[in-house]
């Protein structure tokens, strides 16, 4: 049973940092890209950032630019995504996504909330 798993989500201030992770688990890690999207209320779900199943390519999208960077640990099974100096609009519940070949996974999500 493949399982991808989301945390590290919270509430932030303005202009404050978070490191979400997404454990694996059920599936060959390495093989598979793996990808950050975030979906925010009433709009469509958007992508964050990938990054190849190596580690050795990344790429992001609109949202991601700048402040988020995505990264891997193959050993560990993980995929990360940090993002600093986050912002209101960042607001979003964030999700994990592996696709290989024709498999493709979802998590479930880790809300990340940026008031003051």
């Known amino acids: 049973q493949v399982q991808l798993v989301e945390s590290g989500g919270g509430l932030v201030q303005p202009g404050g940092s978070l490191r979400l992770s997404c454990a694996t688990s059920?599936?060959?890690?390495?093989?598979?890209?793996m990808s950050w999207y975030r979906q925010a209320p009433g709009k469509e779900r958007e992508l964050v950032a990938t990054?190849?199943?190596?580690?050795?390519?990344?790429n992001y999208g609109v949202s991601g630019k700048g402040r988020f960077t995505i990264s891997r640990d193959n050993a560990k099974n993980t995929v990360y995504l940090q993002m600093n100096n986050l912002k209101s609009e960042d607001t979003a519940v964030y999700y994990c996504y592996a696709r290989g070949g024709d498999y493709t996974y979802w998590g479930q999500g880790t809300q990340v909330t940026v008031s003051s």
């Open positions: 990054i190849s199943s190596a580690g050795g390519s990344t």
């Open positions: 059920g599936l060959t890690f390495s093989v598979y890209a």
